[in-house]
């Protein structure tokens, strides 16, 4: 579905049939976390489509509210579209269930919270807590992150169908920023441990020592749809204390999703 | 841009051009807060189109990620859309300033803390922070709220351009749910009021007794972007002590946001 043509190539040329909503939703994915504000020459550009076309199209959904227009003339993402995208349920009835809890590992650690879902082979940020002191993270609600080198990347992974994970270790890949290669074998590892213990530690060097540690949630169909992370600085970090604490949340929300997972033998009540 | 065709009328003829895009547009809006998920065929009713254009266009629509189909074949909202849409200025930027202050106000007041702005004739929930043992609302996030009837709805209004306070003021209102008319002289005071104190007050006594303690959010442009307020049970509720903490934390966010308005000489730093 990849728009090929030519930038300025079909200027005025009106679109024929559901081409139309290809471009309309180029539009939309020209926007990102390091593009939430473009002009219209900016607007063209990144989504291949003419400066004619882009500004009739984007005059179009700035009418429904899709998009929005400021002052200094630039499109940004509009709160209509929002309204509607609040009601994807695998963003919002996870996060509403998951919020309180989230909120009790955020008094307790006083670092960041995440919770992520898969979304293709990453992981997307539905909510983050941090609180005033947290030291800053690039991590934005909504962003990506990848599978196979971050706490929640993991959980997802490990949980994943085995097709899928066959296909992710099929592939390169490295540990991002160091760029250290990462073994299939030492990844598959890695994975049947994060099952059995119910439970992945990261911990990462750069850009500052920190360790994550993140815990699978389940719903109503005890399939395994989010994960729970908690990420604090490593200094001074008790991953030991923090794999009960983030376990516990994540068990709560899964409860609350309906799961009767945390019924096993293992638990007291 | 309202799709005027009579449901089926044209049914397999392949839309011309822009309408589209407006269609596509429509079948997004075919999803609220009581209709999450839909069956094609409330989907082609809501959004009035034909059920042949309307899987069509819903298919392309999944293939994005814009809309995402269930195991019972009903569509729901989809990731990528929410995605996209949480690069919203309005929503996102706000909420995250925002965020850490609610938190606060939460603790203290271990009830519901709202975070609202104004869209056309009404005000949208961006955030809601509740505690577990929160009284039930029905407030969600990306849902619209009155705007002369609510703490948050007063206060958008109250700062709101002239032109349109009086465009509000010259409609019939009536206060729901126990639809008691509104006088426009008597809001029109009250109005004026709350940017005198810099503070809204509601008193609501359906469906159960509570106040709603509402303050306004200024940007680096000092214009007022949003209204942030706490509401809890009349029971034990004391107002005099809730304003002070909601227009401190209203200030926060204003100050996060680039405003001086805090320096104002009631300062105290």
Redesign the interface.
Same mark, same amino acid.
């Given at each position: 579905?990849e728009n090929t043509d030519p930038p300025r190539a079909r200027g005025r040329r =009106? =679109?024929?049939?559901?081409p139309? +909503?290809?471009r309309? @939703?180029a539009l %939309?994915?020209a926007?990102?976390?390091r593009h =939430?504000?473009l002009s219209l020459a900016e607007l063209s550009r990144r989504s291949a489509i003419p400066p004619s076309s882009a500004l #009739? %199209?984007a005059s179009? @959904?700035v009418? /429904?509210?899709?998009l929005?227009r400021g002052a200094d003339g630039r499109f +940004? +993402?509009? %709160?209509?579209? /929002?309204?509607?995208?609040? %009601?994807?349920? &695998?963003?919002?009835g996870l &996060?509403?269930v998951a @919020? =309180?809890y989230m &909120?009790d590992l955020?008094?307790v650690t006083r670092q960041h919270i995440l919770l992520a +879902?898969r979304?293709g082979d990453e992981a997307?940020l539905v909510e983050r @807590?941090?609180?005033?002191r947290a030291m800053p993270v690039l991590y934005?609600?909504?962003g #990506?992150l990848p599978l196979h080198s971050t706490g929640v990347g993991l959980v997802l992974l490990a949980h994943a169908p085995a097709e899928f994970q066959d296909e992710v270790l099929a592939r390169p890949l490295v540990h991002e920023p160091e760029r250290i290669p990462v073994s299939a074998a030492a990844l598959r590892r890695t994975l049947a441990q994060v099952r059995r213990d119910g439970l992945a530690v990261v911990h990462r060097q750069a850009p500052r020592p920190l360790v994550t540690v993140a815990a699978p949630i389940f719903d109503g169909d005890e399939q395994m749809i989010a994960a729970l992370s908690v990420l604090v600085p490593e200094e001074g970090a008790d991953p030991r204390a923090l794999g009960p604490a983030v376990r516990t949340a994540a068990r709560a929300v899964s409860r609350g999703l309906g799961s009767r997972i945390a019924l096993g033998s293992d638990e007291l009540d």
């Open positions: 579905m =009106p =679109p024929q049939g559901d139309v +909503v290809d309309a @939703l %939309l994915a926007f990102d976390v =939430p504000a #009739r %199209l179009r @959904l009418e /429904w509210g899709a929005e +940004v +993402v509009g %709160l209509r579209l /929002w309204e509607v995208a609040a %009601l994807a349920p &695998r963003a919002r &996060r509403q @919020l =309180p &909120r955020s008094e +879902v979304e997307v @807590l941090s609180t005033h934005y609600v909504g #990506r």
